[in-house]
């Protein structure tokens, strides 16, 4: 009885922190089924050591600091997930056929918004984009937790240290490399100005409408001249709207009607679509989903992930009805 007594208490005190936790571990690792494998492994270790957790610290503190933990051992066997633009240039021929990385690249996943904490959303939009975590992937493990720590949940120094058993000095050492390393090296330029929601859902619509129609032109124009597009597996990408249209045109859109798409949001706000591609019956099969980077000029980047698996983090179905005539 006093071990269920032990339980509720646990459960009462840590699950609010559930999606603070999964959006640090997100961070760490950039994948959703590897921050959910952690998380899960840390509410594991905290409820075995929960009967010794005497609150010197904040649970929050203790909960993140044995996340951390498991996320350095986890990394310490995992490769660095990317995107297409970490691996090479951009291409120039819109009618070759792509180029496929090979089963040893890992892609970063997005997350979707429903899954992390909202007020950290409000508070940190850039905490958790897609420009930030592929940046982060460039960072030894060690670098990536201090800046995390440091830098987004505003952890000091000196907590720092405690957590990963070091002194503040290499705390802060550490942190001055990562800081450079993110500045020197950032391998998805992600500097646009906030919008309003309002523009963001506006801009949003007119890419699903282009992709539901086949409309190269209405995509051109909502498309800034620099736009980015890449789309995970393939490690091709392209680099400017002159590439990124005639490409999607002539190798993507197909007959109007092929695609379909459900409006989202993902990575700290930023405008995203489930999207589905039809099949032979007439109906439509999860593909995967897309997060867009928008600016008051248009789009500046499509990171289109052609993942069917994604679907249901967003809680969308694996399936859409062939429509009705």
Not at 105 to 113: A, N, T
Request: proline share 6%; with cysteine.
């Amino acid at each position: 009885m006093a071990r269920t007594g032990e339980r509720d208490e646990f459960v009462a005190r840590t699950e609010g922190l559930r999606r603070q936790l999964f959006a640090h571990c997100y961070r760490m690792t950039g994948s959703l089924d590897d921050a959910e494998d952690i998380v899960q492994e840390t509410y594991l270790r905290a409820w075995r050591a929960f009967a010794e957790f005497e609150s010197r610290s904040s649970v929050r503190t203790w909960l993140f600091r044995i996340a951390t933990n498991v996320c350095l051992t986890f990394l310490q066997h995992r490769s660095r997930r990317v995107l297409p633009a970490g691996l090479g240039a951009p291409g120039d021929d819109v009618a070759a056929p792509l180029v496929f990385a090979d089963a040893n690249v890992s892609w970063i996943q997005p997350v979707p918004d429903a899954l992390t904490d909202p007020a950290a959303i409000v508070a940190r939009r850039d905490s958790t984009r897609l420009a930030l975590i592929a940046s982060l992937q460039y960072l030894s493990a060690r670098q990536r937790v201090v800046l995390l720590l440091r830098d987004v949940l505003g952890w000091s120094a000196a907590e720092v240290a405690e957590a990963l058993e070091t002194t503040t000095d290499a705390v802060k050492s550490t942190l001055k490399r990562a800081r450079a390393r993110i500045e020197e090296y950032s391998p998805v330029p992600d500097e646009v100005p906030e919008i309003a929601e309002p523009a963001r859902k506006a801009l949003l619509g007119q890419y699903i409408s282009a992709f539901e129609n086949a409309d190269a032109e209405k995509l051109r124009t909502v498309l800034r001249d620099d736009a980015v597009l890449e789309f995970p597996p393939a490690r091709t990408w392209f680099a400017g709207k002159r590439y990124c249209v005639p490409f999607l045109a002539g190798q993507v859109f197909g007959e109007p009607g092929r695609w379909r798409m459900l409006p989202t949001s993902a990575n700290g706000g930023q405008p995203a679509a489930v999207s589905y591609v039809r099949d032979e019956d007439g109906g439509y099969r999860a593909y995967g989903a897309a997060v867009l980077t928008v600016a008051a000029e248009g789009i500046a980047r499509i990171t289109a992930f052609g993942d069917p698996s994604l679907v249901r983090w967003f809680g969308a179905p694996d399936r859409l009805p062939r429509p009705a005539r």
